[in-house]
């Protein structure tokens, strides 16, 4: 066994240096709100030899610089249905190109289904599971659903089935009372009665990941009221083994296996069986009831704004048809070839196994030993603790993210969020940041911060939170006026 001291290090912070008193202007920043990979992380030599291999092959640096073809560069989408056959073959995923489209990316695409599978008129509303990833609620108000986002609140499982239902339920009786207006949607595509936006395996912010169980209730819940379930499938290859808390470990381990992955919902969507008695229309059965929307933003890097999604055949087909991608070729084409070597070579896989989960992986305990030893008395880990010393059982964590809960109910978030800044140069994301737009009352979390382990260097993140426990401790003290981080910058810290 690979072995971790439960306190790494006591060392004073590299930026220990204090300005005058009850100010952080001359603190360094410590961002754990960014929601980015760390630089070191980055796979720049990887992508160099891909990058030469694209321009330097006759075969094919001409197509990879054109404008490509509708559902995305074909040697990729071959090289993801292998690759996601063999990593989900334990729920015999079919190895299938026409299963895969390329995408810009999960949030682009996001933008795409909703152009191609929705119809304002139609379509009644978005249901977000809450805690939720904040930036995509303008995008579905840009689609036309402003004002008709709604939040459906986490409980221990996940998505929680039985309140989505009564909200389903409450359409029922009232059919839309305009005809739908996206007459050109029909063969190719189809609006759907309803969107479901998850994130089912390490939930940004929450960390959490949904049971299978659960899973299949939210497909059956699907089927049930012609809804599309659209999963952010972005952390799926960013999970490790979590460690005992006895465990000892004095590094980072040189490589990190992924651990068996729980079924996506496109996978439960494919498998499951009809429920007796219940006929799901033809348009449902063939465009499918989940998507898995991928990307490989956290696996490779954001810049190559290149993502998948695998549905079924007609449905990836039908994206495919939506006019800004037909318009422009496949988005990021170039990149798409770039990423089609590193996983034709398997560099990928590499780097996933030796550089991204091993990194994450300790500085998520790194994060969790900090936590424990400067903030146990005021904040809760939610989810993504270390196992206790007497577990038989392995857990299993992943994603960039740690979510917390106040002790104290005398405290907000946000005034923390705030005070931290001011006084610690220190940014943190409050808990009302991931309310649903417009349904903030259904589920609400001012009492929650999300810490981000994957952006800063290790020895900020501990110097982070022995910011914040000063905060903490200080809270009852007398304080000036403090200044509030511009909420304009929070969408760059993603």
Not at 104 to 110: M, R, V
Not at 193 to 213: A, C, E, I, Q
Request: glycine share 6%; proline share 7%.
């Amino acid at each position: 066994m690979v072995l971790i001291p439960l306190h790494p290090s006591k060392a004073k912070p590299a930026s220990a240096s204090a300005g005058p008193a009850g100010t952080g202007a001359d603190k360094p920043l410590v961002n754990l709100l960014r929601g980015w990979p760390a630089p070191a992380i980055l796979p720049v030599a990887q992508l160099k030899m891909a990058t030469a291999d694209v321009l330097t092959d006759a075969s094919v640096v001409v197509d990879s610089l054109q404008y490509g073809p509708d559902s995305g560069f074909q040697p990729l989408r071959e090289q993801l249905a292998s690759y996601l056959s063999n990593i989900f073959s334990k729920y015999s995923v079919p190895n299938d190109p026409e299963r895969i489209c390329i995408t810009g990316g999960a949030s682009q695409n996001a933008a795409c289904i909703l152009q191609s599978f929705t119809d304002p008129a139609y379509t009644a509303c978005i249901w977000v599971s809450a805690p939720c990833y904040f930036l995509m609620c303008p995008i579905f108000e840009d689609s036309g659903f402003a004002g008709r986002l709604r939040a459906v609140p986490e409980d221990d499982e996940g998505t929680d089935v039985e309140a989505l239902e009564r909200g389903f339920q409450e359409f029922e009786s009232s059919p839309p009372s305009e005809p739908t207006y996206k007459n050109n949607l029909a063969p190719d595509r189809k609006a759907y009665r309803h969107v479901v936006y998850v994130v089912p395996t390490s939930s940004n912010p929450s960390g959490s990941s949904m049971t299978v169980k659960r899973r299949e209730q939210l497909v059956r819940l699907a089927r049930k009221y012609d809804a599309l379930l659209i999963a952010d499938d972005v952390y799926d290859f960013l999970q490790w083994d979590v460690p005992r808390a006895d465990a000892v470990l004095t590094s980072k381990q040189g490589s990190v296996s992924l651990p068996p992955p729980l079924p996506r919902l496109v996978d439960v969507d494919r498998t499951l069986p009809q429920e007796d008695g219940h006929e799901t229309e033809e348009d449902s059965r063939r465009f499918g009831n989940a998507i898995s929307n991928g990307s490989f933003s956290k696996i490779v890097a954001p810049g190559l704004r290149t993502g998948w999604v695998e549905a079924t055949p007609a449905f990836s087909y039908g994206l495919a048809q939506t006019g800004s991608s037909k318009s422009g070729g496949a988005p990021s084409q170039f990149s798409a070839a770039t990423i089609a070597v590193l996983m034709r070579t398997g560099e990928l896989d590499r780097y996933l196994q030796e550089v991204a989960r091993p990194a994450l992986q300790w500085r998520h305990r790194l994060l969790i030993q900090a936590v424990e030893e400067h903030l146990s008395e005021f904040l809760e880990i939610k989810c993504g603790g270390l196992p206790k010393a007497t577990s038989s059982e392995v857990t299993t964590y992943g994603g960039y993210f740690l979510w917390l809960k106040l002790r104290r109910s005398d405290m907000s978030a946000a005034a923390i969020s705030k005070r931290a800044f001011a006084k610690e140069n220190l940014i943190i994301a409050d808990g009302p940041l991931f309310e649903v737009k417009g349904d903030e009352a259904s589920a609400r979390f001012d009492d929650h911060i999300r810490l981000c382990f994957a952006w800063e260097d290790e020895a900020k993140i501990q110097e982070g939170v022995e910011r914040l426990a000063r905060v903490l401790r200080n809270w009852d003290e007398p304080e000036d006026a403090a200044t509030a981080l511009p909420a304009s910058d929070t969408g760059a810290f993603k």
